[in-house]
């Protein structure tokens, strides 16, 4: 996720923001004033931004002053301009304590706001640490357009008042929200890593003209989807305005992949991963006192396996305890990317003419992907993939419109490849899906539960095709004992003198592989069955993988005769084309390359042959008792169209006969 929150307390403000985070996240000299520090520091000043700025007297693009953030974020939310306006009402002949009241934005809080960062995919922050000043101009001016997108996005859809007895009345800012942006170019571990700190105000004027303070929670919820959005915007204009295109790359094994710009090296990413991997290490040793943590009565604290809720907490642990220390003298951003290119030809093992002309070679991948791959959105698949996924990420199945639109908007970068999308497509997405797929099975009983953003939705179909999530064994093993690779096997003896990494920790086997099967069983189950559609539109599966698939599924190399074997032929009555699937398993940027082994591709085979099957069954007995004569026929063309899907090409409806 590329857009991260933190609450902001008024105390922390002093502590931590005004000393570190306005200077780039160096340490700021005592008595050193704010711009002085920004300068030496090499970064920019903060700037306003948000439409909420008028109403107190600010501009969007005003320098940000360090008495305005100690008022707004540090002094429990006051004025920006409290000193100048308590000093007037002073002057007035008002009272001490009216003239402070006069300079507050309502009731006095304690968290004074939140802090988004917003930080582009690493081969997008790889192009502007090493291409040339029009290509750093055209990543930081997408950068920065895409987090006003964002903001506007929160404005207008998220972000709420609560007002009234327990914060029953909810109602969006009309004004807008208030925020300061701070831009950093590196990470603690001196790699590139071009990020904003935004701060966004909890403070909010109502209708009559009160200031409230915005809900917080909200904002937490709805990170995800602004994280998506964030990254959609960012690969649109970039690939556009620098003639790129995406592509995803599965970067854990088990895990949703990410859409990076297609022709930046995996290796120059891993160059910029340090911390990840300092991290990694930390969270195996973390994760072996997980499993092996007893009480004072010798019982086991935890589950004897790492689940997904569990590894979240000890990866937050473990990033806090690898964290570096603040970087020491400061440097120019020329100066920085000098440095990060002779470093990276140094040490990241890729070759020193990919590095200086990596646009080049970004350029020649986006061609080729742009000749060869159809960005063709069909609103009715996307609608079944996304509530597929949604269905099986959450566990019990059980989801909000939120969580809906986060993964349109990913399926949405997916599939156009770094095209730009038509404003509100993602919505259409959402919109489809709930109506199409989608039980509400709300029972509200707060004015909270009444709203659209916080009905509770479910699936209408079940996917009983696919393989049951494996669940963790009950009782804890031996913490003398190994702990097995396999949650579903018992605990193997650990020899003495073992460390950690050693052997295998064992974890609760990741959703997302079942949510991508999810998608493949529903779509096939659809398109089988007679005459499905959904407003009117027929499914074409074919079309829209074709229009999702990288270029090495659009034209397969031709199989090897002597390994063709390994993989079962198609039989009569199978609705899967084993070609793609073939090469989708050896495919390593493929939304699907899931290391799918020759057991699961016969294992969906099986799947849906059971549903095609059935679905020709039923067909068939109808057309037997309405025409007799023509049922052969029937089924006949049926298992034509089976066996040979329809080449790539504009989606058709239910006219086109499929």
Not at 368 to 375: D, E, G, Q, W
Not at 382 to 405: C, E, I, K, P, Y
Not at 558 to 577: C, F, R, T, W
Not at 594 to 623: C, K, P, S, Y
Request: aromatic share 4%; glycine share 8%; proline share 7%.
């Amino acid at each position: 996720m590329t857009v991260d929150i933190r609450v902001i307390r008024a105390g922390q403000m002093y502590r931590y923001y005004l000393r570190e985070t306005v200077v780039g996240d160096g340490r700021r000299p005592a008595r050193t004033p704010l711009r002085a520090a920004q300068e030496q520091a090499g970064v920019p000043v903060g700037r306003w931004m948000g439409r909420g700025l008028a109403a107190l007297g600010l501009t969007a693009g005003e320098e940000v002053t360090e008495a305005q953030l100690r008022n707004l974020f540090g002094e429990r939310g006051r004025h920006p301009h409290a000193d100048r306006i308590e000093a007037d009402r002073l002057a007035q002949g008002a009272s001490p304590a009216e003239a402070y009241r006069a300079g507050a934005l309502g009731r006095r809080v304690t968290v004074t706001g939140v802090d988004f960062v917003f930080r582009p995919q690493p081969s997008i922050y790889l192009l502007w640490a090493f291409g040339d000043e029009e290509t750093r101009r055209v990543i930081e001016t997408a950068h920065e357009r895409a987090i006003v997108r964002v903001l506007e996005w929160i404005e207008d859809e998220v972000a709420v008042i609560r007002y009234g007895t327990d914060g029953n009345y909810r109602v969006r800012p009309p004004g807008g929200l208030v925020a300061a942006r701070f831009r950093h170019y590196e990470a603690r571990s001196g790699r590139p890593l071009l990020h904003d700190h935004v701060l966004l105000s909890v403070k909010g004027q109502r209708l009559d003209g009160k200031w409230g303070s915005i809900h917080t929670t909200a904002l937490h919820e709805n990170t995800v989807a602004a994280s998506a959005l964030y990254n959609e915007l960012v690969a649109a204009e970039v690939c556009e305005e620098l003639g790129l295109a995406t592509e995803p790359r599965t970067v854990t094994p088990g895990r949703r992949p990410v859409m990076e710009i297609a022709g930046v090296p995996h290796e120059l990413i891993r160059w910029t991963a340090q911390r990840s991997d300092q991290i990694a290490a930390c969270l195996s040793e973390l994760e072996h006192e997980y499993v092996t943590a007893v009480d004072d009565d010798g019982e086991p604290k935890y589950l004897p396996v790492v689940s997904e809720r569990a590894r979240a907490k000890l990866n937050q642990i473990a990033a806090r305890k690898t964290r570096p220390p603040k970087k020491g003298k400061s440097r120019s951003l020329a100066q920085l990317r000098a440095d990060w290119k002779a470093s990276a030809i140094r040490t990241s093992g890729v070759p020193a003419d990919v590095i200086t002309s990596l646009l080049a070679y970004a350029r020649a991948a986006a061609a080729a992907i742009r000749a060869r791959v159809a960005s063709v959105v069909d609103i009715a698949l996307a609608a079944v993939d996304v509530t597929a996924t949604v269905f099986v990420m959450n566990n019990g199945g059980r989801f909000h419109r939120r969580h809906l639109l986060a993964e349109a908007r990913r399926h949405l970068a997916l599939v156009l490849r770094g095209h730009r999308r038509d404003p509100g497509l993602d919505d259409q997405v959402v919109a489809t899906a709930i109506t199409a797929h989608c039980v509400d099975i709300s029972e509200p009983t707060t004015v909270r539960g009444l709203e659209a953003g916080y009905r509770l939705y479910t699936a209408r179909w079940a996917l009983s095709g696919l393989p049951a999530r494996r669940r963790p064994p009950g009782p804890a093993p031996d913490p003398d004992r190994q702990p097995p690779a396999d949650p579903g096997e018992p605990a193997e003896p650990r020899s003495l003198g073992q460390d950690v990494g050693e052997w295998k920790i064992p974890r609760v086997p990741l959703q997302y592989e079942r949510a991508v099967l999810a998608g493949a069983v529903v779509r096939e189950q659809l398109r089988t069955a007679a005459a499905t559609a959904v407003r009117g539109r027929a499914y074409d599966v074919v079309a829209h993988l074709q229009a999702a698939m990288p270029e090495q599924l659009l034209a397969p190399a031709a199989a090897d005769p002597k390994h063709d074997d390994q993989e079962p032929e198609a039989a009569p009555g199978e609705a899967i084309d084993m070609t793609a699937l073939r090469a989708l398993r050896d495919s390593r940027t493929d939304v699907e390359a899931l290391d799918i082994t020759g057991d699961r591709l016969r294992h969906l085979q099986d799947v849906f042959t059971r549903a095609g099957e059935d679905a020709r069954t039923r067909a068939a007995g109808a057309a037997r008792r309405t025409a007799p004569d023509d049922a052969d026929a029937a089924v006949r063309q049926d298992d034509q169209q089976a066996h040979h899907p329809r080449q790539p090409g504009p989606h058709r409806g239910r006219e086109a006969g499929h």
